[in-house]
């Protein structure tokens, strides 16, 4: 055979001709996504979102009628005024940990457990309402599961890890952790924690009685947290009694509005109304000689952090905006990136903070807001989501109808980095920076919940609908 090859002469100063990398080459091969691969491959994802179907609250709960629906009906002829949506809502809303349930409530009292299979099925089933309407199927299907109806105003839900049975809501009007179970047919909780009175706060007034937000320990089943409006975090011990056994506070005593644990249930952080980040120690100490007992484990406040201030060292920030004391929505870590603190502000903006160095290290300020537009002025606090594995973090618009789908990667290559390198390939060609993503809406947004394991976003209105935004189908001809 070696007969009949002939001997190619070399070429003077032959180059390989140069030939761009495949890059999903090493994913299909060894199986595994790396974080930045998965990061620009999320552009593709943010392009896809739209808002797939809406979902109304018209349920009926048995003989009475549904307070929520009772609201809107109401509101609905008064829009002209001031106190339009004023017991409108959905101030709440959380999957369970695999994904199957969805829980939400509303400012007008009302506690729903929606199965996410039969929204998903529904968003993407018959495009004709009208015919569903004169069937009445739709109103049969999209029942929920639990519709339970309470005469207070409902801002919190949360799943207990330790228990995907158990859902737990608070109110702001009230200082009473209801529990319920999804397995008994009854409007009655299993267990209610109270906060009883305080030992510390120096607030006598109802006002601030109420619980602004509910965190479970993962690790210890038997914790319980919540934050209330008179500076305290309030920690139960379900073994002992429904009363807190432990009270965290600060010394400015302003409202907490959200809290959240670390990843190994270590550090709990709190975020100020006055725009503050506060970070208590939970492994606990001995106290020091201030106290009487020398026997009494105390949890001190590791630091507290200022966002104005932290805000106020970002060069380019600084030059073209005047940075003042904003209040702080809500505060959440992202689930890609342990130490990403993300939080949002009262006037729309959003950013992240580096909870290891204790520095702002990504912010978005929207549009509405550079061109002078004002901002929403309702007292509903906005609940934003982070997508499960992309650093995406979905927040609804301040001032329109719509959500921000914003790029958080940990990096500077992030749109939203504060300092922000658009880095170029050996070749010389852009790497393919995330750009954030706004996708429109039929209805103002105030929570978000990301479904935990294919990425689709619920999101829950003022006019207390649920919107289904995922991809959007396409239909073949031909």
């Not at 930045?36 to 552009?43: I, K, M, N, P, V």
């Not at 929920?144 to 409902?154: E, F, N, Y």
């Not at 702001?172 to 209610?192: A, C, H, N, T, W």
Request: charge should be negative; charged fraction near 20%.
């Amino acid at each position: 055979m070696d007969n009949y090859v002939v001997p190619v002469p070399p070429r003077e100063n032959s180059r390989p001709l140069p030939r761009p990398g495949w890059k999903r080459s090493a994913p299909e091969l060894d199986g595994r996504i790396s974080s930045r691969y998965r990061h620009e491959a999320s552009q593709l994802l943010l392009d896809s979102y739209a808002e797939i179907r809406a979902f109304d609250h018209n349920y009926s709960n048995g003989s009475d009628s549904c307070p929520t629906h009772m609201a809107r009906m109401a509101n609905a002829f008064n829009q002209e005024t001031s106190i339009s949506y004023a017991r409108e809502g959905v101030l709440g809303l959380e999957f369970d940990m695999k994904g199957i349930y969805l829980a939400s409530v509303t400012r007008s009292g009302c506690l729903t457990v929606h199965d996410f299979e039969t929204l998903y099925c529904l968003a993407y089933g018959p495009a004709s309402s009208f015919y569903w309407f004169l069937t009445g199927l739709l109103a049969d299907e999209v029942k929920p599961l639990l519709h339970i109806s309470t005469c207070l105003p409902l801002n919190v839900v949360r799943w207990n890890p330790a228990n995907q049975d158990e859902v737990a809501c608070a109110s702001r009007q009230d200082d009473k952790i209801m529990l319920f179970d999804i397995g008994y047919i009854s409007s009655e909780p299993v267990e209610v924690f109270e906060k009883g009175k305080s030992k510390f706060s120096r607030h006598s007034c109802e006002l601030y009685n109420g619980l602004s937000d509910i965190a479970f320990a993962s690790a210890d089943k038997s914790r319980l947290l919540a934050s209330g409006l008179d500076g305290a975090i309030y920690i139960w011990d379900r073994r002992l009694s429904n009363l807190p056994c432990l009270e965290l506070t600060t010394n400015s005593q302003s409202q907490i509005n959200s809290i959240v644990l670390d990843l190994e249930d270590r550090i709990v952080f709190g975020a100020s109304k006055h725009g503050t980040i506060y970070a208590w120690d939970l492994r606990g100490g001995r106290a020091s000689f201030a106290f009487q007992s020398h026997n009494e484990v105390y949890y001190p406040l590791l630091t507290s952090v200022k966002l104005p201030s932290l805000l106020g060292k970002i060069t380019s920030l600084k030059a073209q905006s005047n940075i003042t004391p904003k209040e702080i929505h809500s505060i959440s870590f992202n689930p890609s990136c342990s130490y990403q603190l993300a939080f949002h502000l009262d006037d729309g903006w959003s950013g992240v903070l580096n909870i290891g160095s204790l520095s702002v290290t990504h912010v978005h300020c929207p549009p509405a807001w550079l061109d002078g537009v004002g901002m929403s002025t309702s007292p509903n606090l906005r609940r934003p989501s982070w997508l499960p594995a992309c650093s995406i973090y979905a927040v609804g618009s301040s001032s329109g109808h719509g959500i921000y789908l914003l790029d958080f990667y940990p990096d500077t290559s992030s749109a939203c980095h504060v300092d922000f390198e658009d880095v170029q390939c050996i070749s010389g060609e852009s790497r393919g920076t995330v750009q954030n993503k706004f996708v429109p809406l039929s209805q103002n947004v105030l929570s978000c919940a990301a479904h935990p394991c294919n990425g689709t976003i619920i999101a829950g209105t003022k006019q207390c609908s649920l919107l289904v935004i995922s991809q959007k189908s396409h239909t073949l001809e031909d």
